[in-house]
């Protein structure tokens, strides 16, 4: 987020700033001078953090790579969000300040001005004020919304939608508010910018267009579930479909209700051969998939996505899986399987699950493993133990890096420790964050 939000946030500020007399800068102003001058700042960086999110929403590949993949993009996403409507409330609530702190006798009361028969500019600007407060309530019920995890992913979705309309009206506000003083300043011209670039985005978004250009029309091969609860799905996708590298994602549509969801791609590339999804049944959608989804319904893939690339084989790694975090690296050995001589890789693959059943899947992994020439350390702890991080960090000093997919407090952990007790440099870890919410 530090690469994103803080360039133009610092960038408004100091616009700001130089705008300022020295007793709002001194903050020595009275208080209804210092809410006037907090007002626009706010307003601003609540502008400008709302047109980062629209930028983040329109996933440009130069900014995916810049954030080392779609998963880091949309997590920052998330963030920005979240901090645009904290932005919001505190706008709306410097706003609103004035007639409580008169009410409670913190300020004497401000006689206002009157506006004598209201012609078109200031009714223009009353409109504004309005939209701006339509725009603020329709953030933050969006950003609850968001935060509630028990609202099902299909509603998440289509309410999602409303982020782009409350851009677009609170864009209308911040020009009318500008124009009304406007006085050629880079601060000003910054906010034309900021609000013309992100409501092109808004309407890009709303029209559906974002992402239109990486899918692929596909179709369900076969549709089962195996021994450990793991639903195995396999995609034909079209002629159009440009391969990818193992450990990436896709976005998948099987159904246009419930829109895309995110699925490693557990399989290797191959021109003509289908595309298999590892999906473990965590969600409301996930649960019901196999009754849902039959042998030839259409579907659409979306990518491929992500940076989880695993770099070169020929370095020393250390892999590290959880549960259904292992779908990345099964495509990664069926590469190293296929690539000719088995000969034994420095690649330490470890790899923990809960139950004797879930390490059933995937089937035969032992003998992948010895095809790719990787060793593997596969763990239930109830029987042999956790994982612990010295035996992973003994052989990360000599890693160039550990590729870590399972759940995020082991991640978070597991990259700490590697870190402070071993001295791993954090560039070398890497994870996927599919928090996608």
Not at 366 to 389: F, M
């Amino acid at each position: 987020m530090k690469r994103t939000a803080l360039p133009l946030s610092l960038l408004i500020i100091v616009l700001w700033a130089a705008l300022q007399p020295a007793e709002i800068l001194s903050f020595a102003a009275p208080y209804l001078s210092m809410r006037k001058a907090l007002t626009t700042l706010t307003g601003a960086l609540a502008l400008g953090w709302m047109g980062i999110c629209m930028l983040l929403a329109l996933r440009p590949s130069w900014l995916e790579r810049a954030l080392d993949g779609l998963d880091k993009l949309f997590y920052i996403h998330k963030w920005v969000g979240i901090g645009a409507v904290l932005l919001v409330v505190t706008h709306w609530l410097l706003i609103l300040s004035p007639r409580t702190l008169m009410a409670w006798g913190w300020v004497e009361s401000v006689a206002r001005h009157p506006h004598g028969p209201r012609g078109g500019g200031q009714s223009l600007v009353g409109l504004a004020k309005e939209m701006g407060e339509w725009s603020a309530w329709l953030m933050i019920v969006l950003g609850v919304v968001a935060l509630l995890r028990f609202v099902p992913y299909g509603w998440f979705r289509k309410l999602h939608k409303g982020f782009p309309v409350a851009f677009l009206i609170g864009a209308c506000h911040s020009v009318v508010m500008v124009h009304r003083d406007f006085s050629g300043t880079l601060f000003d011209v910054l906010m034309l910018i900021i609000a013309a670039l992100g409501s092109v985005i808004a309407v890009y978004s709303l029209v559906g267009m974002i992402g239109r250009r990486y899918q692929h029309r596909a179709r369900v091969a076969s549709v089962s579930t195996c021994a450990a609860e793991v639903v195995n799905l396999q995609i034909e996708p079209g002629a159009d479909w440009p391969g990818h590298r193992a450990g990436q994602f896709a976005l998948l549509t099987l159904n246009e209700d419930e829109g895309a969801h995110p699925f490693t791609i557990v399989s290797d590339w191959q021109p003509g051969a289908s595309l298999r999804f590892a999906i473990k049944p965590l969600g409301d959608y996930t649960r019901t998939l196999v009754a849902r989804v039959r042998v030839g319904d259409a579907a659409t893939i979306e990518g491929p996505y992500g940076r989880f690339d695993f770099g070169d084989d020929a370095d020393p790694q250390v892999w590290v899986a959880g549960g259904i975090g292992v779908a990345p690296f099964i495509a990664r050995l069926e590469a190293l399987a296929r690539s000719g001589a088995a000969r034994p890789r420095n690649i330490h693959f470890f790899y923990s699950v809960r139950s004797a059943s879930e390490a059933s899947f995937p089937e035969g992994l032992e003998a992948l493993c010895r095809r790719a020439g990787v060793t593997l350390h596969l763990r239930i702890p109830s029987r042999d133990g956790r994982i612990c991080d010295g035996e992973i960090g003994r052989l990360a000093k000599h890693a160039r890096g550990v590729w870590f997919c399972g759940p995020a407090g082991w991640a978070r952990s597991l990259g700490d420790a590697l870190q402070r007790d071993f001295g791993l440099p954090r560039q070398h870890f890497h994870r996927e964050l599919f928090e996608f919410r």
